[in-house]
């Protein structure tokens, strides 16, 4: 006899049922015979197309599978030492993860319970958001101000069950960045009555001057945590890894909710060799976001399409058409965008920026759909 189906209705949390999974994109094969495509250009996430720097390449060539059977060190210990030294900071500053996804649920775990909230922005990174939901805990989500963060809101929207208030500089997706000044400010406001968070995913992109150096910034606002990733300039998405520092004393309660083991060993020696000669890479990276930048502003104003392309490896371009009715027209030329729905701004995608040739057949499939 089978025994009773479990009673999901009681066993699942009102928060977790009533959030809306999240679907990934298929894998490529799946995608090219659903959309009769012959290859696809992945313009979605912001990956990339130049891959890891030359020494973290050798360094995967070189891993040793046997390796593979060995735990990796539990809690990144060289690689902390050495972002430590290229930080000046002491490496328990520093918390890597399974991606800079991870340690935003580690921040969450660390500081919110029943009744607490966090507060973001509508048209930015939504994981912040969704962490936070599906954990139990309200999100107050504000819009944007000229697509920009709405310091005031932000401030108006805080009370004493504020915990954590999420700022993504320079933000995916409007590419808006605050300046040091300005974000100096800001936290001059909160005066340390809540972590702020600054996730700096594509600060590696940046070229202001004005741009915050956040590490040096730590001494006068010890309620600042720091994310960065891996995934983006460092092209090592694949292997999930990035981190966030702050204040030790922030960072030593934070480590509390880390699931040791979560990063992997490949991708904590990929990532120390990435470190080790990213000049170059990055010169070159940067290069190739400035063509594609220039070519793009260029081919939109033509077309008369509204758009932004400001910091960050990515573009904004609002259509004449529903984004998910875009997404599909392109899919079935092959180019894979994000669709920008999800943030909160329907008829507009998100483009990746990458080699002048893709950005080519980018702006070949759009005038194809909007023609
Ligand atoms: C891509 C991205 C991340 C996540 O990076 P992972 O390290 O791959 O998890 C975090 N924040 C922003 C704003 C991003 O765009």
């Not at 079935?332 to 909160?344: D, H, L, N, P, V």
């Amino acid at each position: 006899m089978r025994i009773p189906f479990p009673p999901l209705d009681r066993l699942v949390p009102d928060h977790v049922r009533g959030f809306e999974a999240y679907i990934p994109s298929r894998p490529d094969d799946v995608l090219c015979r659903l959309y009769r495509c012959e290859r696809l250009y992945r313009l979605n996430n912001n990956e990339n197309p130049l891959g890891p720097p030359e020494a973290a390449r050798k360094v995967l060539d070189n891993w040793p599978p046997s390796e593979a059977s060995v735990y990796p060190s539990g809690d990144a210990y060289h690689l902390r030492c050495r972002l430590g030294e290229r930080l000046g900071l002491d490496p328990d500053c520093f918390i890597v993860g399974n991606g800079a996804n991870e340690v935003i649920a580690f921040v969450i775990k660390a500081f919110c319970k029943e009744g607490d909230n966090i507060v973001t922005a509508d048209r930015t990174f939504a994981v912040y958001e969704w962490v936070a939901q599906f954990s139990g805990f309200e999100a107050r989500v504000l819009p944007l101000k000229d697509d920009r963060f709405d310091g005031e809101a932000m401030l108006a929207a805080m009370d004493e069950r504020t915990k954590v208030l999420f700022l993504c500089n320079p933000n995916n997706p409007t590419g808006t960045y605050w300046s040091e000044d300005e974000l100096r400010s800001f936290l001059d406001s909160v005066n340390g009555r809540c972590i702020v968070v600054v996730d700096e995913a594509y600060m590696e992109f940046v070229e202001a001057s004005d741009f915050p150096r956040t590490v040096s910034m730590l001494d006068d606002y010890p309620n600042l945590v720091v994310f960065r990733t891996f995934s983006k300039m460092y092209g090592l998405a694949g292997l999930r890894i990035g981190y966030l520092f702050g204040d030790r004393r922030v960072v030593d309660d934070i480590r509390r909710t880390c699931v040791v083991y979560s990063v992997n060993g490949p991708a904590q020696v990929a990532a120390m060799a990435a470190l080790s000669d990213d000049g170059p890479h990055i010169k070159g990276t940067r290069k190739m976001c400035r063509k594609a930048r220039e070519y793009l502003l260029e081919e939109l104003a033509g077309m008369g399409l509204p758009h932004t392309v400001r910091e960050g490896n990515f573009a904004v371009v609002s259509l004449p058409m529903s984004d998910t009715l875009a997404y599909r027209k392109l899919m079935r030329r092959g180019i894979m965008i994000r669709s920008m729905t999800g943030f909160r701004a329907p008829n507009q995608i998100r483009v990746t920026l990458s080699t002048l040739s893709v950005m080519e057949e980018f702006v070949k499939a759009l005038r194809g759909i909007i023609t």
